[in-house]
DNA sequence: CTTGACCCTATAGTTGCTACAGGGTGCATA
DNA sequence: TATGCACCCTGTAGCAACTATAGGGTCAAG
């Protein structure tokens, strides 16, 4: 068997991805466009079976999809430097470390204005005074 | 002075928002619409200023538009019990932390696959390995 | 009057999907 | 053959929370 040809659905369930999505990411041009069978389905290969697959950890792994886009162009590449790779995965790692202190930041305010919070009345309910002027 | 008019760009800068932002808030609802000008000017009381106020400190702390105007109108009633408002923040603060534990795992992910690229080649890049089939 | 900062409305775009509408295909079963 | 159900298809609009763009009006100082 040289020539395996996987339906939408099979993808969808190989991969944990949604057929919608799947076809959104063919319409972006991020998965190329499988040949059809004689009832207008698609018609997929291993090829894109493994491509979607890199797709999906990469986004997975909180990589945007231009992001990704940069990768899946960058991994055909094999005898370039892998120098661009790891600008891409770096400028991401220091993204997702700003988020997780933006947010530790966030909760340690709203942690703090909640344990402040003795259930009475809304007149006396020192979350609503955090927010209000 | 009884009545201070502000105009939509005192606003903002007085509360750090976009003007255009202040105007989308007018539409969804969130801010109700002042009165106007000959010029057809926005013009806002001092009430419109503390109301924008306390929807940008919450929008800060990370409130959904939809809890931001639950909150607005749990904080109208004076006398009602802040049980409510106790559930919305509380909520909040638990999607909070399930996203910071999300993000923390993918850092730990991201960071190790990081961790062992040694720049060389695509062909032998850790990263596009890691992330192919 | 001119100019520049500010204001206005309407509409479309951003990111990454996702929902919905309406219709076709494939296959098993009666 | 007919039926039913799961799956497929395209096109378009929606979601959250803004934000950009287009085109035009207002205000105040020089």
Same mark, same amino acid.
């Given at each position: 068997?040289?020539?395996?040809? $996987?339906? !939408?659905?099979?993808?969808?369930?190989a991969t944990k991805t949604?057929?919608?999505?799947?076809?959104?990411?063919?319409?972006?041009?991020?998965?190329?466009?499988?040949?059809?069978?004689?009832?207008?389905?698609?018609?997929?290969?291993?090829?894109?079976?493994?491509?979607?697959? $890199? !797709?999906? /950890?990469a986004r997975d792994l909180g990589f945007s999809i231009e992001q990704v886009r940069d990768l899946l162009s960058l991994?055909?590449?094999?005898? /370039?430097s892998c120098e661009a790779v790891d600008a891409i995965a770096c400028a991401h790692l220091t993204e997702v470390d700003r988020k997780i202190a933006d947010l530790q930041a966030l909760r340690r305010e709203l942690g703090s204005i909640i344990d402040q919070c003795g259930c009475g009345t809304i007149a006396e309910c020192r979350i609503i005074e955090a927010l209000s002027p």
């Amino acid at each position: 068997m040289a020539h395996e040809n $996987f339906s !939408i659905g099979d993808l969808a369930k190989a991969t944990k991805t949604k057929v919608v999505t799947i076809r959104y990411y063919e319409r972006i041009g991020l998965l190329p466009e499988p040949e059809r069978t004689a009832g207008n389905y698609r018609s997929y290969s291993a090829a894109h079976l493994g491509r979607l697959s $890199f !797709i999906r /950890r990469a986004r997975d792994l909180g990589f945007s999809i231009e992001q990704v886009r940069d990768l899946l162009s960058l991994s055909d590449q094999r005898d /370039r430097s892998c120098e661009a790779v790891d600008a891409i995965a770096c400028a991401h790692l220091t993204e997702v470390d700003r988020k997780i202190a933006d947010l530790q930041a966030l909760r340690r305010e709203l942690g703090s204005i909640i344990d402040q919070c003795g259930c009475g009345t809304i007149a006396e309910c020192r979350i609503i005074e955090a927010l209000s002027p």
